[in-house]
């Protein structure tokens, strides 16, 4: 899935939770916004009911 | 009643109407592998074969490689070796194999990546003047006939003929009667899609930063230190994913994840980034990162390429 001209594994985006996804792309330099954007799209796409959640450190 | 094998050793020799016959050569085709002819019996399918298997990998046993188009054309056949007898009888003993002299237009990068064909026993179609691409009937099969070509470097121009970036081409077929007895054709509307493919090359631009890499993707050229970035035509279309794929294991068999693939315009190439959970859980050592086949690459628009890869180092 491409946003912001970034092709992002969609599939892997919508295995993991927000947060996770959010630390693991912030390189992008994408704001949280268009992170969320992205999540809920390959979410969506996936139809992944219950995204991984973030471990509570 | 004579006694006779006639009918045993010999054909007919009624004429179809509008029989066709091979044309003036216009490109030559090296192709190995093998075609059942009725998967390819009409034109449509005859020319989707030859687009389809013109985008192979050149590991493919089915790959088409596209030759250049012919400039020049010498039949260069041995003439038949023929006998005599002292009372007048001559007859030809041995056929003389097809072979041609062709000149096509090429430069110093094309050059030697056709010359790496030389000497090599191939298999060869011609598509023709008619854009009748002509090969060879093996029982079922449509396959090319079998030839060995040569090609020659480019030499300096003296400017006393059209020289300059001129190579010359010997093509020699192995046997006389693939061409003269078993000799068949496909017809396509267009070869505009019936291309050769450009090696390109991967390198890494930039250090790394964990599992995020920067990859650059270019064309080497004759120029000393020139090379041809693709990141000035396919800057969008390569930032994508489903375009890359990367390896680890010591035969590179097993998948690394790409979580994301971005332009890197500072430093003209992409930002390939690995899955953190599989890169950190990886021994140091090699990664292998190419894009994906030729054909996926034409279907997303990054056409006439196959990509190399680059081996990088997880510390």
Redo the contacts between chains.
């Keep these: 899935m491409?946003i912001s001209?970034?092709?992002?594994?969609s599939e892997?985006?919508a295995s993991q939770s927000f947060e996770d996804f959010v630390k693991?792309?912030k390189?992008?330099g994408l704001s949280k916004e268009q992170m969320r954007e992205v999540h809920t799209l390959c979410v969506k796409k996936h139809k992944i009911e219950k995204p991984k959640v973030k471990k509570v450190e | 009643m004579a006694i006779s094998l006639c009918s045993t050793v010999v054909a007919n020799t009624g004429a179809i109407a509008c029989d066709v016959a091979p044309g003036i050569p216009v490109k030559m085709l090296i192709y190995n592998g093998s075609k059942l002819k009725t998967a390819i019996s009409s034109s449509a399918t005859f020319q989707a074969f030859l687009e389809t298997n013109s985008k192979l990998a050149k590991t493919s046993t089915e790959k088409v490689f596209v030759f250049p188009i012919i400039q020049d054309v010498v039949d260069a056949t041995e003439a038949n070796t023929t006998g005599a007898l002292n009372q007048g009888f001559t007859t030809v003993l041995r056929e003389g194999k097809p072979a041609y002299t062709f000149k096509t237009f090429a430069g110093q990068s094309l050059v030697p990546q056709l010359r790496r064909f030389n000497n090599t026993s191939v298999r060869v179609l011609m598509l023709d003047s008619n854009n009748r691409v002509w090969g060879v009937s093996s029982g079922t099969n449509f396959i090319g006939a079998e030839a060995k070509i040569f090609v020659g470097g480019l030499k300096f121009a003296t400017g006393q003929a059209v020289e300059e970036g001129v190579a010359t081409i010997s093509l020699s077929y192995l046997t006389a009667s693939e061409l003269n007895d078993d000799a068949i054709y496909g017809e396509v509307e267009s070869t505009s899609d019936i291309i050769g493919l450009i090696d390109v090359t991967l390198e890494e631009t930039a250090a790394s930063a964990s599992n995020v890499y920067k990859i650059g993707v270019t064309i080497p050229t004759a120029e000393v230190g020139g090379e041809i970035n693709l990141y000035d035509t396919y800057s969008a279309e390569l930032a994508s994913e489903t375009l890359w794929e990367a390896f680890t294991g010591a035969t590179y068999g097993t998948p690394l994840t790409i979580t994301s693939v971005a332009a890197d315009a500072t430093n003209s190439g992409w930002t390939v980034t690995f899955d953190s959970t599989e890169y950190t859980a990886l021994a140091a050592g090699n990664i292998k990162v190419q894009l994906k086949a030729p054909a996926t690459l034409d279907a997303a628009d990054v056409t006439g390429i196959e990509s190399g890869y680059v081996i990088v180092v997880k510390a």
Excluded: D, L, S
């Design positions: 491409k001209g970034i092709g992002f594994n892997w985006v693991h792309e390189h992008h």
